[in-house]
């Protein structure tokens, strides 16, 4: 896919208070096409693993929806938090898919691997990572930090594990 000039923007907008329930760019298939904006929003997506905080990137109805999701999440494990994250990101990129068809598969992936670090955002609570199937779960995330906060767990779960057989 032919990529147009770089552009530091992000996926931003106000869902609701116009005609339209989706981001600007963005129309439902009986609206029309989506805007050319679109697409430049879809190929700056790799900006977005520069921001500290990608949800904030987001509109204010998905935070919502994030935030929600994580709150019912945080009473549970984090194998069943693994799971549910997983389902969560697959909803949360076909749901752009269902708006942009025209998406590509990394463009799709891109929004998997942005889907698992928004939500792994709002479940932080500034802890050191304390089992496995959260390591993991981290590994997946954008962010630089938590990929080696995961590592850095593994690994020291694997000297553990050793000397324990």
Avoid at 13 to 34: H, K, L, Q, V
Wanted: charged share 30%; hydrophobic share 30%.
């Amino acid at each position: 896919m032919k990529q147009k000039g770089k552009k530091n923007g992000s996926i931003t907008g106000t869902i609701g208070s116009g005609s339209s329930n989706y981001p600007p760019g963005f129309a439902s298939n009986d609206e029309g096409t989506r805007t050319d904006s679109s697409s430049e929003q879809f190929h700056s997506l790799s900006t977005l693993e520069k921001q500290d905080d990608l949800r904030a990137s987001l509109p204010r109805e998905i935070q919502l929806a994030i935030k929600e999701w994580a709150e019912s999440l945080s009473k549970l494990s984090w194998k069943l938090r693994r799971r549910a994250i997983t389902r969560f990101s697959g909803s949360f990129a076909d749901n752009f898919l269902a708006i942009v068809p025209e998406l590509s598969e990394e463009e799709y992936d891109s929004l998997l691997l942005l889907g698992t670090t928004c939500m792994l955002e709002e479940l932080e609570d500034g802890m050191p990572i304390a089992e496995e199937d959260q390591a993991k779960c981290y590994l997946e995330s954008i962010h630089e930090h938590h990929r080696e906060m995961a590592n850095t767990f593994l690994d020291r779960y694997k000297g553990v594990d050793q000397q324990l057989h």
